[in-house]
């Protein structure tokens, strides 16, 4: 694992986006693999302000989003289809048609999945797979568990996610207790995953994910066994990882 320590939350950032543009640069019609959270956010406006510029052309990219809250339609403003449009598709000139999340208002969990998985594979995996990380060490929705999870799935969200991801609603009762997430194995395919954290919430995990021992317990840790993986990281998300 290639560990870039950034500054703040901006230098983050920009760090982040820097690595999105490069491969955008490199193959014009890649596959990206996107995420939600406030982690991403603003490389994905700093990637926008230079799409408007003209400097970072996604007319041929294609996106596959890790995750989403199960029994939202794609236009509920807490639903993941909603958040990637306004904080990102709206403002570059992706072909809308392109992008993918997965189909939460479907409540047919197992045809949901399994069409995620379908056109996941069909697009030959994402060339670059953006990940943020939980508090828990969880990568997209998979939660610490007794295993790894191989394709997408429905998970039952736990309590830490729930309580985390409350500050985006406004009653805790509001947050959806079950997500179609991609799962941990296809997350691997990924030719190159780039894991973003900042703040000091994130640092147990951060240290985990990169020191600790391989485990589902900490879903991150798997990271450790792909040969292409870059943690960007802020000082405060580094403070329990060893100085280099
Ligand atoms: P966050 O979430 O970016 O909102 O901190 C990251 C995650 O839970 O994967």
Redesign the pocket.
Known sequence: MKIVRARDYDDMSRKVANIISAQVILKPDCVLGL??????IGAYRQLAGWNQKGDCDFSQVSTYNLDEYRGLSHDDPQSYHYFMKTNFFDHVNIDQANTHVPDGSNPDADAACKEYDRIVAAAGYPDLQL?????NG???FNEPDDHFSKGTHCVNLTES?IQ??SRLFDRIEDVPRQAYTMGVQTIMFAKMIVI??N?S??AQAVHDMCYGPVTPQCPASILQLHDNVVVVADEAALALCPAE
């Open positions: 995420a939600t959270g406030s982690t991403p990940l943020g990380i939980g508090n969880h990568i997209g996610t985390a991801n973003a954290a703040g919430a994130k």
